[in-house]
């Protein structure tokens, strides 16, 4: 099946979208209709500039609302979240001494130069967020945080030596694609190390997405509004599969 | 945070008011109109439109009003109701379709016309008084969040997208749903029929509308656990059948002003008050608050020259409302944060305002209207001015209060822009739900100046309006600064003069409420 | 020659844009995916959907920042504005009576079922707008102001009942198109009546452009924010061009 | 609108900073460090790069320092001035490419290398003297417009699209722009030379970019007729070199704090200490306002908990700017409005803690910072906090307005963003210009209960630190939840004790101006 959405003003499939920009023009009437052209450029219909104003010397800001005609297969998108298995503390410290065994030995850091540790403490540390306690809090894990810039290299080191079974790298700065690339390197790394199959590897950080970090060959990534106890979830269950398989 | 007013100027303002209303009431008790003859037959239980898409009531009121108008139209209904056994909806068809000859009604004695009624007048107040506890009853159950009741409009034009757009808007926070009516509603002399699909900014209110927004809305109420109130508009020339239609499908606020229609969608003076005081009899039984439209003279005029002029109709407004029987809890006076964004210290100027309306109708659910005439397509700012406006009214402790839409220079709202709106107005007056008990204004500073200034103006006005009399006021622009004729406007044809036998048994049995008011 | 210009986010030439809409879909990471695959559709690249949260039931909402490949040729843009004459009131006057020798005669209305007058009587009325007087205070001209909802046929019965120069129409209400519809009637109405030619014939209102104006035929067009002033020189210009060519 | 708050405890707090901040100075003039070494080179003209793109100060220290550090580079170098009569950037450089042997310096007698640094020390304050009296001049014929000052950063990462975007801030309405600079520059022991088209997040603090920006306000400040002002970054390991580089390059202002670097960026605090006071000896002769970093207390922790210490490290941060000879005048102190945006009543706790600063606080230039850790990627909801806070400052007359940017929590700022942060403040603080004029708190309200428990709370929290010592008592996690040691952290190698012949011109220059100190 499939079921195309568009984006909905007041009325189901009007399309209506609103965009903002600023060009590099002064402004003036051919300003606002060089700002017209540009949306319908873009493809968009019924195109309303609603606000155009300088808004400095060369510059002018644009208030733009138009109809796309663009839609998508809402049905054909997969985008499986990671925080699919809600379960609470104790019903994830049950289930790891039941499913796995023994402890679960995990690692986290803010890797390259990030320096933005609020995220992964919020997951690591015992205090938590949102009112969720954070993995140190769990009975079953044994948790490690390296704090930040943490590099690549340290932090599989750090997996090596510490026989870590989940590692979870944080990335807060995107500009310039910087996430993207230091994410990239660990999971190489890891490859090259031959380690990548032995760890549970999770991405996390604001623009993160489940399916870009399996894309980037990550286990998992969290995004904004992630609590501890979805990562804990998931780092359990993930576990238990791996004991059933071995 | 109470403002040091001149309580005695207060109190004389509202002696002034009802100087203002007495000969206007007076006028009132002699006369009627087709609209509150329609609304007679409505609750009756007269509906359906006939020929040509006509409403019965405008063709009963057509047949039985081309002779004996001033009589009112009930009695001949009754009459043959009388004389032919059948309900009133059915006469009305018969005389709509000409199957029934009017003319029998003649012979039949005025104790049998009353009494064939009777039953039908119980039953309509009583499913009036059922609405009412039906509304209480839920209430109770489905507590409101406290006030400022968040209130936005739908307004696509289409009754079903309005319906899924009011659904969402509940469930994005919003307490009361506007639907707007398609623009010059207000000018047609009868009540569109069914389920409407079409319109300019609004779709029409019919009564098949309300009962389909009632249905999905206390259908949604009941989802999340409190009760989203429904509104429209009792303005324009059937405002008595809208105040009808709306007991009857329970809606729990009406648009309804004494002056809107005849200042702002130039509709005869002595209609429009003739018109008023029957819906708002009508309206105080159903338990349905009104609000007023004292935001028009704001969106058309500066909003800082015309403060007095809001404040002085709210107290006219006031003393017609009490004229009608209705109690203050009903009564939802009218103010717009409407001061220009660029004015130095405009948000000073708009607190003292809200708040000397506050002080002034303690135990009145105030309607504070959103920024709408200084929205530009800049929707960045325009939620900024909306953020004041909410500062404003949970300072201030405005009950109604209309979400403004950073779209509002723009297009009616879409579904997205009106779960903005709600989001600002929920932040704003939670992280400063407390701000306006904390603080004091300083003794004769600019606030409390420009609050006295606006009372001091007001109270000028109403006592030249007081000497003057409302009519020739009106006709000599003191309000809105337009001039409009007794005999003028639209809608004039539809007056009469009662007859000494004047009936309509509605009244009858409202009136006592309007005698025990304040 | 000609200069393409982008959008401009922090550097030249990024062609950044912010984008929001809603999506009739109820919110989940795949309704995040779905708003990002829209935008990157729509021919965006670097697509970052910084803000995707349920609404209401089955409706989500999004913020996007993305970037577009799209760009305009400013130089190429004619959008003439019908401002381009500054003159105070005392100079359109002695303009007036030097060039045209004649009082100009102008009517002005809402046209079609629009109401909203401010607008016109803005520009109309005696005490003007933003401080600047309206044409009722010039002393050449002679208006007519007509408010609100008066039908094109009245509209033009009353021009030529009154031999009016110019015709001011103004159309607030712009949806679903009405403002052009009624504009577009009101033009071909003049035509069909053969007096076309003997008005200046200006439009007005929010969404007004002198561009659209002139395709639907009309002498100028003025949209928000215009004073008095703009429109007196125009027509007062306009009325000396015709003049000089008789 | 003053809160009442206790005026005896405000004057403890103050001597018990004074108590706090006394054995760290005692302990800063028998030491020195690295940076300020360098720094008086660099104020003696020693400038540029050497092998391996070394900044000169460096090599110089290098060389000189590796036995005799204790005394101070400045003698030496005084020395080989004396001995070859050449400049002390050229003998820097000689010296810094190995071409001339520092050995040399050894015979030659202590007034004779002092006396050849008279002319290079008095040239250089003379140059900073000029600058102040440069700002003074132009501050008097381009009037800033009053407080509070708009403040925007700009943070392409490239010196020349930074200059677009100030130019820009500043025609919008922008009076201060700073140049972020690139994440970890904080972290080297040196300051990049020349102008800079790369880093992340900004790019680097260097003489030559300084340089740029200042020339580029300088035109846009005439083309405005008002002052437009520049700052950036006296923090990290070469917090005195970049106070140096700003005092030459007329800065305005500079991010600099007593301790953040200690605990933010885990820099030694003996390295910190020692560099922040002689930093601020400069500043203060450089009329160089600084801004301290409370807003960090409440970034990484929550701001409601951590109210206290904000007030405690702004006593802390006077003190040490008081023993640095630096007036009020000069001291911006932070805080910034990092309250949880879904917390009831959170505006009022703002205004409280905003409030009691300014009265804690009479005469400095108090430095308020905007939402950022709760801003998301919903700008709407971001454009409002930001209304919320900019309506905070214009009430408690902060004066250094840091503006929030809406897309705070999704990229450093377009050119864009910033021209709606600038009409955001704009149009609040005008609508708004007068209210906290015209109001009092509630004796004993939510507001003033909150400021007393504030203001209790960080007087226990200075008598727990002077009591044990401020080292100890960062080693035992008083301030923002982390421990630091005294020798532990980055840049405790370039610490040194000062031997008794240690010799700084600048130091004795700059000091008589510390003991004047209030
Ligand atoms: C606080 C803060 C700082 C603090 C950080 C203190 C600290 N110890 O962390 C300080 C002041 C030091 C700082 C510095 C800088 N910052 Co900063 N900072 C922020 C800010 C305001 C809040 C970030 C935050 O704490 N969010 C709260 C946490 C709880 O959310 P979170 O990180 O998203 O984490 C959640 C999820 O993402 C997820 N998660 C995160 N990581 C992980 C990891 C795993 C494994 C899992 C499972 C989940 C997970 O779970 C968390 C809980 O739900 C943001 C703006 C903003 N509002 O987002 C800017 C921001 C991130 N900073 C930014 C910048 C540019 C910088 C600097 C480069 C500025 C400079 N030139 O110096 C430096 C860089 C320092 C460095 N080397 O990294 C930019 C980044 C732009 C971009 N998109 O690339 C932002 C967006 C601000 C802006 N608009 O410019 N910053
Ligand atoms: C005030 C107002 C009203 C008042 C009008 C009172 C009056 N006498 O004019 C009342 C309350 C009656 C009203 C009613 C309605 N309104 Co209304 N109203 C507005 C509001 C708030 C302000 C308009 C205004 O006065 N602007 C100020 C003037 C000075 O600006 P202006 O009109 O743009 O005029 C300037 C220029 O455009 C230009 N100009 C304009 N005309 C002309 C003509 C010429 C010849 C020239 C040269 C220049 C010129 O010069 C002027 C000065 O610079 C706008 C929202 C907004 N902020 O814009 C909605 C708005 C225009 N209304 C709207 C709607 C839907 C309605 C109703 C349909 C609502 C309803 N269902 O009843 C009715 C329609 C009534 C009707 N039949 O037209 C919508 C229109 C949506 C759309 N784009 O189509 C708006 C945008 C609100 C919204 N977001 O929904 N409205
Ligand atoms: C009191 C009142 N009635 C009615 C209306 C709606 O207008 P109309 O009468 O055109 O339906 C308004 C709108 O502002 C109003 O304030
Ligand atoms: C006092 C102070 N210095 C410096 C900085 C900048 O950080 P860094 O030291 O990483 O350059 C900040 C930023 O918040 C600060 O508050």
Same mark, same amino acid.
């Not at chain 1, 499913?99 to 030995?105: A, T």
């Given at each position: ?246 | ?101 009017? @003319?029998?009604?003649?012979?039949? #004695? *005025?104790? $049998?016309?009353? =009494? &064939? +009624? %009777? ?114 508009? @009792?303005?324009?020339?059937?405002? #008595? *059948?809208? $105040?009808?239609? =709306? &007991? +009857? %499908? ?120 959103? #920024? ?147």
């Amino acid at each position: 099946m499939s079921t195309y959405v568009k984006p909905y003003g007041d009325t189901k499939d009007d399309g209506k979208v609103q965009l903002s920009f600023t060009l590099p023009l002064e402004w003036s009437e051919a300003a606002d209709e060089a700002a017209r052209q540009l949306v319908a450029k873009m493809g968009f219909s019924d195109v309303a500039v609603a606000e155009g104003r300088r808004i400095a010397h060369g510059f002018s800001f644009f208030v733009v609302y138009a109809s796309t005609p663009v839609a998508v297969d809402a049905d054909s998108i997969v985008a499986p979240s990671a925080k699919a298995h809600a379960m609470s503390l104790d019903e994830i410290d049950a289930f790891v001494r039941e499913r796995v065994g023994r402890n679960i030995r995990i690692a986290g850091a803010c890797i390259g130069t990030d320096a933005h540790t609020v995220g992964i403490d919020a997951i690591l540390n015992m205090k938590g967020y949102k009112g969720d306690y954070g993995l140190e809090r769990y009975k079953e894990f044994v948790t490690f945080n390296l704090g930040s810039q943490i590099s690549v290299e340290a932090l599989v080191d750090f997996a090596k030596d510490n026989r870590i079974d989940a590692l979870l790298a944080s990335q807060v700065v995107t500009q310039k694609g910087s996430d993207v690339t230091n994410f990239t390197a660990l999971a190489e790394l890891l490859e090259a190390e031959g380690i990548r199959d032995d760890v549970i590897l999770i991405a996390g950080g604001p623009r993160m997405t489940n399916l870009l970090a399996t894309e980037l060959g990550y286990d998992a990534g969290f995004g904004r509004g992630t609590v501890p106890s979805d990562v804990a979830a998931f780092v359990a269950t993930r576990m238990a599969e791996r004991i059933a398989r071995m | 945070m109470e403002l040091r007013i001149d309580c005695a100027l207060v109190a004389d303002m509202r002696r002034l008011a009802r100087e203002i209303a007495n000969p206007i009431e007076d006028f009132i008790a002699a006369h009627g109109t087709v609209s509150v003859e329609r609304a007679a037959l409505r609750l009756l239980g007269v509906d359906g439109v006939g020929h040509g898409d006509v409403p019965l009531p405008n063709l009963v009121v057509e047949r039985f009003g081309c002779e004996r108008l001033g009589s009112g139209v009930v009695r001949p209904l009754g009459a043959l109701v009388a004389e032919t056994g059948r309900t009133p909806d059915d006469v009305a068809g018969a005389v709509g379709d000409g199957s029934l000859d009017v @003319a029998l009604a003649d012979g039949v #004695p *005025e104790t $049998a016309a009353r =009494a &064939a +009624l %009777e039953n039908y007048v119980a039953r309509a107040l009583a499913r009036i008084d059922a609405r009412r506890q039906e509304r209480a009853a839920l209430l109770g159950r489905l507590p409101q969040s406290p006030p400022p009741l968040l209130y936005v409009i739908v307004a696509s034009g289409n009754i079903y997208e309005d319906r899924t757009a009011a659904i969402a808007a509940a469930e994005a926070g919003a307490q009361i749903i506007a639907v707007i009516r398609s623009t010059g509603q207000s000018l047609l002399d009868f009540v569109p029929y069914g389920a409407t699909t079409e319109g300019f900014g609004g779709t029409y209110a019919t009564q098949e509308n309300f009962r389909i927004m009632r249905e999905a809305l206390d259908a949604v109420s009941e989802r999340l656990g409190r009760y989203v109130m429904l509104t429209n508009y @009792a303005s324009g020339l059937c405002m #008595p *059948e809208i $105040a009808t239609m =709306a &007991a +009857l %499908e329970r809606l729990d606020m009406l648009l309804n002003d004494s002056m809107y229609g005849i200042l702002f969608r130039d509709i005869n003076m002595q209609r429009t008050f003739i018109d008023q005081h029957f819906s708002r009899m009508l309206n105080t039984r159903s338990g349905i608050i009104i609000n007023t439209g004292e935001d028009n003279y704001l969106t058309t005029a500066d909003a800082v020259e015309q403060a007095s002029a809001v404040l002085a109709s709210q107290f006219i407004n006031e003393a017609f409302a009490h004229g009608a029987g209705m109690p203050d809890e009903q009564i939802g006076l009218g103010d717009a944060y409407e001061i220009d964004p660029s004015l130095e210290n405009g948000f000073l100027f708009a607190v003292a305002q809200a708040q000397l309306a506050r002080q002034c109708f303690p135990a009145a659910p105030l309607k504070y209207m959103p #920024p709408t005439k200084h929205m530009t397509g800049d929707v960045f700012k325009g939620h900024l001015i909306d953020a004041m406006f909410n500062l404003t009214s949970v300072m201030t402790k405005q009950t109604i209060h209309l979400c403004g839409m950073m779209t509002e220079g723009i297009h009616t709202p879409f579904l997205g822009d009106r779960a903005l709106a709600l989001e600002n107005a929920r932040y704003v007056m939670s992280t400063a739900r407390h701000f306006g008990d904390e603080i004091s204004f300083k003794e004769d500073g600019i606030v409390e100046r420009r609050a006295a200034a606006v009372l001091r103006d007001a109270h000028a006005l109403l006592e030249r309006v007081a000497e003057r009399g409302l009519m020739a006021s009106i006709e000599a622009k003191t309000f809105a600064d337009v001039s409009r004729t007794p005999e003028g406007g639209r809608g004039f044809e539809g007056v009469f003069e009662r007859a000494p036998d004047y009936w309509n048994p509605f009244e009858e049995a409202l009136m006592p409420l309007a005698s025990a008011a304040p």
